[in-house]
């Protein structure tokens, strides 16, 4: 055997490439210097273990999210990625079981500073759970946008009367389906089965006919609906908008552009929309909790143009920091950092929007229909907020 074959058996490659690059065999090796890798510097900053950890934790803020797979628990990690500050402010993204336990966690969760929820949620925790001074102890941050109500059957079930008595599965267990969809039904008067099968799991049983409709309420369009093939069976079941719902929720409406294998072409199906909200415990004023959530919100208000850039979720471009929310209070520090953007930008403050009043110019207007396109819906808004003023100037005038 020669000798270039009896190195390729014993050797390995480096070792040949060595040798083929004119390297002595003989004599120690010297080992090739290794670059140093750079690694955040968080990881460099050395000190005692009780040192590091005051450190880790000093500016830390929890996000209650929702569910992975879900719309509000993107927002939440979006939060990090844009606010987080090294050990200036750390944001916590934290999955959870969905919106509608986000309010309880929030509530009694250790950890817990601020929680993406609905409307419906806290209006259930007031008057059916009837937790006591909810009111003063949860605040909100800003209004986010809303989330559609989504509800997927066969296509010989044309209204949520159809679904009477059949299994309906409502999403898994504190999930803002769970919720708002059991909302809805009690409303609609429609008795059904409930069931709560996490989504994937729900689509196989609505396929195989195990159940007749599941519900989804989540910022449209998402791919879970809108992959599903052309001439499946399914579709998704219209929800008028009636008065029975225009104290929680809003209208909306899902396009055949944005679900092109359930709405058929050109045409709309009409559903309800949930304000989602970005909620925050009303910490005593100077506590360490207090300090750290103001931070955040201070971050969040100053950062805000960045969350409505690409690419961030495309629904923070709905997101009017003005808004407000019917029944709740903007936490202190959430107000005064508005009022700071306001003053800056010259803009003096609209008279809130309460969903009375809307129903009120509604009524006057003699709008009954939701077939309206964006446009149309935001010139309304638009004449709503003038309408607004004008009783506002009229009871000034009246005192």
Do not use: C
Not at 114 to 127: C, G, H, K, L, N
Not at 183 to 188: E, H, P, S, T, W
Not at 276 to 284: D, E, G, P, S, T
Request: charged share 20%.
């Amino acid at each position: 055997m020669d000798i270039q074959k009896l190195l390729m058996a014993l050797w390995p490659a480096a070792a040949l490439a060595a040798v083929g690059a004119g390297m002595s065999m003989i004599g120690p090796r010297v080992p090739t210097p290794v670059l140093a890798q750079a690694v955040p510097k968080s990881l460099e900053e050395g000190g005692t273990d009780a040192a590091l950890r005051a450190r880790k934790n000093e500016w830390t803020v929890g996000v209650a999210g929702g569910l992975l797979s879900g719309s509000n628990m993107t927002f939440a990690d979006e939060m990090a990625q844009v606010l987080d500050d090294g050990d200036n402010l750390r944001i916590l993204p934290i999955v959870t079981y969905g919106a509608a336990s986000n309010l309880d966690d929030l509530l009694y969760l250790r950890g817990v500073d601020v929680a993406i929820t609905q409307s419906d949620v806290f209006e259930y925790f007031r008057t059916q759970r009837k937790t006591v001074n909810l009111e003063s102890r949860i605040n909100y941050i800003i209004r986010l946008p809303t989330s559609e109500m989504h509800v997927l059957a066969r296509t010989d079930i044309n209204s949520l009367a159809d679904l009477r008595g059949k299994k309906v599965n409502f999403g898994p267990a504190g999930s803002a389906s769970s919720l708002t969809g059991s909302i809805v039904f009690q409303r609609a008067g429609v008795q059904v089965e409930p069931t709560l099968y996490d989504n994937p799991l729900a689509l196989q049983k609505l396929k195989s006919g195990e159940i007749a409709a599941l519900i989804r309420v989540i910022n449209k369009p998402i791919d879970f609906f809108a992959k599903i093939p052309a001439n499946s069976g399914l579709h998704l079941v219209p929800i008028p908008f009636t008065k029975s719902y225009e104290d929680y929720y809003a209208l909306g409406e899902f396009t055949s552009q944005e679900y092109p294998t359930l709405v058929p072409p050109g045409q709309v199906t009409d559903t309800i929309a949930v304000p989602a909200v970005l909620a925050v415990f009303n910490w005593q004023r100077n506590t360490d909790r207090y300090r750290r959530v103001q931070r955040f919100v201070e971050a969040f208000f100053t950062k805000f143009d960045q969350f409505q850039q690409p690419p961030r979720h495309p629904k923070w471009r709905d997101v009017n920091l003005a808004a407000t929310v019917p029944g709740w209070t903007r936490w202190p520090p959430a107000e005064e950092m508005l009022q700071r953007l306001r003053q800056a930008n010259g803009v003096t403050a609209q008279p809130a929007a309460t969903a009375a009043e809307f129903s009120a110019f509604l009524r006057d207007k003699g709008v009954t229909s939701v077939q309206q396109t964006q446009e149309q819906r935001e010139a309304l808004f638009r004449e709503f907020l003038q309408w607004q003023q004008a009783r506002q100037r009229g009871a000034s005038r009246q005192r």
